[in-house]
């Protein structure tokens, strides 16, 4: 793609250079990434380059830049196709390439292969989608083989149990829902998975998928293009479980709970009261809240791959751990497997262990339940 293509796709000529993006970027003051600057470039005719490593993959596509911006631009999206231009050279880090092979691979980022992706599930009695009537659980490939996430995609079945939901998951048959690969610029086998994924969907007449994950809501909700099916998140399935009383509570939990909001569940697909009201619900629960809240929750740092790729310096997750601790909380409630795992891992770089405790929001429904 040229920097005419680019500019045109992206309307860069339309840019006022206020540096809005670069201002509300979460990572911008942590790396050199001035997302203005290279617009300007591009915009100005200049020949397409890739920037330094550590500029190109800080972008988490958390989609700040594009909701703050006055001209309704999306940097993002045009970092997203720088990332491309460098895929497509083969200018990228070697984690980076790893994850991406194991998605062609083994239909995961992990490594980890195919035939261990329902080991999880094995002791909990969950059907296949040829035997359910076309409701999806789809795990993802995060809550299938990370052990910690996987309490967390347990605690949300015990859920469906107990209000008797009927529903299958695709098993070991599942594929990556590509989101992040998307978000890495491999456009091509991201519309790989899209196909394989639509196919399996067809193949079992699946009418409705729910995921535990906001990436991959926003990939099948916002990036497959279908309407073959409706996507839900699973704080918005549980919120409507608890308002219609299939979803009883029989244990306080006499917490201080603040809440996350995931980029991709909050700024990019604009949900943001069905966590809370689940949250809320819970008996014994105080509800407090950060200051950098729903539109302008702090990006935990794991979106856009950047879970296979470090960038030097303070991780914004340890900042917002740090910002819990502060406001009064005990638990920090979060609704995204990334989310989970980089604060649990910033509750140990910044010495708050047993002082802040992380949990999926599923989790304190099953504790309470």
Partial sequence: MSAQELAEKHKLLECIHCGICTGSCPVARKTNLNVRRYMREIAMGSKVTIHPQNELWSCTTCAT??????????????????????????????????????????????????????????????????????????????????????????????????????FGTLGDEENCCGNEVYGMGEKGLFEFLVEENIKLFNK?????????????????????????????????????????????????????????????????????????????????VKLVEFDRNKERSLCCEGGGGRMWIDIPGERLAETRIKDAADAGAQILAVACPFCLLTFEDAVKTTGLEGKIQIMEIAELLSQAM
């Avoid at 491309?84 to 980076?96: F, R």
């Avoid at 729910?210 to 279908?226: A, E």
């Fill in 204 to 284: 079992y007449n699946i009418k409705e998928i729910l995921t535990n994950c906001p990436h991959s809501y926003q990939s099948f909700k916002n990036r497959y293009g279908q309407t073959n099916f409706k996507v839900l998140h699973h704080t918005q399935l549980l919120a409507k479980l608890i308002n219609e009383g299939k979803l009883k509570f029989s244990t306080k939990i006499d917490k201080t709970i603040i809440y996350h909001d995931p980029c991709f569940l909050g700024k990019q697909n604009d949900i943001y009261d069905e966590p809370r009201k689940i949250i809320e619900s819970i008996p014994g």
């Fill in 65 to 166: 830049c594009g909701l703050r911006c006055p001209k309704e631009i999306m940097p993002y999206n045009f970092l997203i196709d720088i990332r491309s231009l460098a895929v497509e050279g083969g200018q990228i880090g070697p984690t980076i390439g790893e994850a991406l092979e194991s998605i062609f691979k083994n239909g995961n980022p992990w490594g980890r292969i195919r035939s261990k992706r329902s080991e999880w599930a094995q002791e909990l009695n969950i059907k296949h989608a040829s035997e359910g009537n076309g409701f999806l659980y789809f795990v993802g490939c995060t809550p299938a083989y990370d052990p910690r996430i996987q309490d967390a995609a347990k605690s949300l079945v015990k859920c469906f149990h107990k209000a008797k939901i009927d």
